[in-house]
């Protein structure tokens, strides 16, 4: 059984940094190597939103444009962990941050996945409050 778990979050004064990771389990090392992951992030009363994505080759990245600039996506695929650096938070970028997971499409494929929809494993979300 697949389980995704963050964690990293906390309070953060704005302009500050945080890096959240994200551990993959119940996968061999072999498969999460193939494994594309999201992050996204729900601020209170509103739509969970896509941040970033890293495709499983590790170097096709997309971010979305509130973040590019100030957060990178990386993962490793020897500790099965995939990590979000996040530089020059904002008050408004309070929101419990989630982190999914799923298998590549086929090993062609370099399609982007920026929707909740997109992804099947998902971990209980790790709550980052920036305060000014």
């Known amino acids: 059984q697949v389980q995704v778990e963050e964690y990293g979050g906390g309070l953060v004064q704005a302009g500050g940094s945080l890096r959240l990771s994200c551990t993959v389990s119940g996968l061999t090392f072999a498969t999460f190597s193939t494994y594309d992951m999201g992050w996204f992030r729900q601020a209170p009363g509103k739509e969970r939103e896509f941040v970033a994505t890293?495709?499983?080759?590790?170097?096709?990245?997309y971010y979305a444009d509130a973040v590019k600039g100030r957060f990178t996506v990386s993962k490793d695929d020897s500790k099965r962990t995939g990590y979000l650096q996040m530089a020059s938070l904002i008050p408004d970028e309070t929101a419990v941050y989630y982190c999914a997971a799923r298998p590549r499409k086929t090993y062609f494929d370099r399609t982007y996945f920026l929707t909740e929809g997109d992804y099947n494993n998902w971990g209980q979300g790790t709550q980052v409050t920036v305060h000014s």
């Open positions: 890293i495709k499983w080759t590790g170097d096709n990245i």
